[in-house]
């Protein structure tokens, strides 16, 4: 590869344009798009009566090409949430897939067969919940946010936070037009604008690119619990007849153990969609110790159980992806407001564990953000003493006396499954407290057990294991999520120290990323076999190489943005990025 090079690109001598705004939403999922609606509703209904009226510039950008293309959920939906944001939304289109109309836990055994349980908790049960396509929703809230006069900004991914002090002042959009190697392409070469406004709302979902820096720098997280996380991993089908006649539209389905390996949280979800088409998932909790462990390779296994080939035989596969869960409950969610800035949704930890319910309160924390925000505009005061008033709304309503209830649910889990379940049990009669006031947790990444004998890298599961009809690699799969990036940018996967993914981190624990992701992003190859593209080698190709010859070469194009590695990598050396705007996955019906 030829040694000459451009101009080099040096982000902080960029002249910018600075755009002024009142309120700026990074992120435009559930939690952001209902802020924004009930924002514009309380500014209505002030202007109404009031001598002064407002009219707050609201905007959301979103890393996104579309609204909703970055956008995954099971999902079954409990309606608390959009009853009280819009209480006419079925009468005004709202996207349902069908109302629950079966509900069952099912216990996998290895020999095909299942087992109902006789006992759910009434927390678990699904009657008056709706089966729904995040993807969907998000499209149609984004559809009533704009009527309302907001402004919404697809393919604009927020890079960094603006501060003044500890005051955040905005978000910087990211700069395109810069090639693999960071220099500046003649001709192509697009700055970021500055976005500064009166508050910041960060919504970025789970393990947000900002969120996760802003959080420790402002000491948001002091005296929390680390925040764990589950990988969900996720394909919709389109049943045959046949398939068709097992599992109808609003039929809802959560599976236990087979083939989860013993000790590891999670399970499984098989909901009935609109128009023959089944949503089926499995998550994993990311505590789990096994450095070989791969989440997508147990999903593919899971779906060769009997009943559910069944279901799924006959039918054609539409389409494939991955989330990640912010699932360490109230005692993991860090404050919700500094100077300058807001946190609402996943990336606050808006998340019920034991439901594996997010939507509802993702809308209830934008309600309560918006509450906030109306009144500081009211009042022309937007202190962190006004913003603060956001966290006591949230300790005061339903959605704080709901993750309350199971506050100490997944930490029980990460203590065994034996002590999880005595836990839980406990819990249903100690109004969530089960058996400690708070239980402690720590990050997904501490949890790995080394290989034995520190043998080196391990390999990752054959493409041969899989029949392209029923269970897929993660290639194809990807192809099915439709993600994209351009691959001439800076990789937006950093791995901060190349260093230690062919030394300690390939000795002690067979580099874990190879197995962790559901993409096929990280694979270790021969050196030869890494050449032109890798950020791990130069231009070259030269770079340190494991005992075995072996680089870590980086497929960033696949990324479906799910975060795992950031959050499970053992030596958390890989810092998860935006890429240029629009990259990513294409979710529909997701």
Same mark, same amino acid.
């Given at each position: ?41 309380? +500014? ?11 009219? /707050? ?6 890393? #996104? ?37 079966? &509900? ?35 499209? *149609? ?17 927020? =890079?960094?936070?603006?501060? %003044? ?15 693999? *190697?960071? %220099? ?5 070469? $697009?700055?970021?604008?500055? !976005?500064?406004?009166?508050?910041? +709302? ?15 720098? !402002? ?47 999670? #399970?499984? *979800? ?14 994993? #909790?990311?505590? @789990? ?26 039918? %054609? ?16 969610? /860090?404050?919700? =407001?500094? &100077? ?13 564990? $034991? ?64 002590? #999880? ?6 819990? $249903? ?31 990752? +599961? ?7 009809? !029923? ?7 990807? @192809? ?18 190349? &260093? ?23 694979? $270790? ?50 810092? *998860? ?14």
């Amino acid at each position: 590869m030829s040694d000459s090079t451009g101009t080099p690109y040096e982000p902080e001598s960029v002249p910018r344009e600075t755009m002024e705004q009142d309120v700026l939403l990074v992120g435009a999922g559930a939690a952001n798009l209902s802020l924004a609606i009930h924002l514009m509703q309380l +500014v209505k209904k002030h202007n109404e009566t009031a001598a002064n009226p407002l009219a /707050p510039q609201v905007s959301i950008i979103e890393k #996104g090409t579309e609204i909703g293309h970055h956008q995954l959920s099971g999902a079954v939906m409990d309606p608390r949430g959009i009853n009280e944001l819009l209480p006419d939304w079925k009468e005004q289109g709202f996207p349902i897939e069908a109302p629950v109309a079966s &509900d069952a836990m099912v216990k996998f055994k290895p020999n095909g067969t299942i087992k109902k349980l006789a006992f759910v908790p009434a927390s678990l049960h699904n009657t008056g919940k709706y089966v729904v396509s995040l993807n969907k929703v998000v499209k *149609w809230l984004a559809q009533q946010a704009e009527a309302a006069g907001v402004n919404i900004f697809p393919g604009f991914p927020g =890079s960094d936070v603006l501060y %003044e002090g500890d005051r955040v002042r905005g978000v910087r959009v990211r700069d395109m037009g810069v090639n693999k *190697w960071r %220099e500046v392409k003649d001709g192509e070469f $697009m700055p970021g604008a500055d !976005l500064v406004a009166k508050v910041t +709302v960060l919504g970025e979902g789970t393990r947000g690119s900002l969120a996760k820096h802003l959080i420790p720098k !402002l000491k948001l997280d002091e005296g929390r619990n680390d925040q764990v996380y589950q990988i969900g991993v996720k394909e919709v089908w389109k049943l045959s007849e046949a398939g068709r006649a097992k599992l109808k539209p609003g039929d809802v389905y959560h599976t236990m153990k087979w083939p989860m390996p013993k000790g590891v949280f999670g #399970g499984g *979800w098989v909901y009935g969609m609109a128009d023959g088409v089944a949503s089926i998932g499995w998550v994993i #909790g990311l505590d @789990y110790k096994d450095p070989t462990l791969d989440p997508h390779a147990l999903f593919q296994k899971w779906k060769t159980h009997k009943w559910l080939a069944g279901i799924l035989e006959g039918g %054609e596969l539409l389409h494939y992806g991955a989330k990640t869960i912010p699932d360490g409950g109230y005692f993991s969610m /860090p404050k919700l =407001s500094a &100077d300058g800035v807001l946190l609402v949704g996943d990336t606050a930890g808006f998340l019920n564990s $034991m439901r594996l319910k997010g939507i509802h309160l993702a809308i209830k924390s934008g309600m309560l953000a918006a509450q906030t925000i109306f009144e500081c505009l009211r009042d022309g005061d937007f202190s962190a003493q006004r913003l603060h008033k956001y966290q006591n709304l949230f300790e005061t309503s339903w959605a704080k006396q709901e993750l309350w209830s199971v506050r100490n649910f997944r930490q029980g889990f990460q203590r065994g499954e034996t002590f #999880g379940m005595l836990n839980t049990a406990v819990a $249903m009669v100690t109004g969530g407290r089960g058996l400690s006031s708070r239980l402690s947790v720590h990050a997904d990444y501490k949890d790995y057990a080394r290989l034995p004998g520190e043998g080196g890298t391990t390999r990752p +599961v054959a493409k041969s294991n899989f029949d392209d009809k !029923l269970t897929f690699d993660k290639l194809k799969d990807v @192809y099915f999520s439709g993600s994209t990036h351009n691959e001439d940018q800076p990789c937006h996967l950093q791995v901060t120290q190349p &260093d230690v993914c062919v030394t300690k981190c390939a000795q002690e624990f067979g580099n874990p990323c190879q197995h962790f992701c559901p993409a096929n992003v990280y694979e $270790m190859v021969p050196k030869d076999e890494g050449k032109g593209g890798s950020p791990q080698l130069d231009r070259n190709g030269e770079g340190k190489a494991t005992s075995a010859g072996l680089v870590l070469k980086i497929n960033a194009s696949n990324c479906v943005h799910c975060k795992t590695c950031d959050i499970k990598d053992p030596y958390q050396v890989i810092n *998860w990025v935006v890429p240029e705007g629009g990259g990513g996955p294409v979710y529909t019906n997701m």
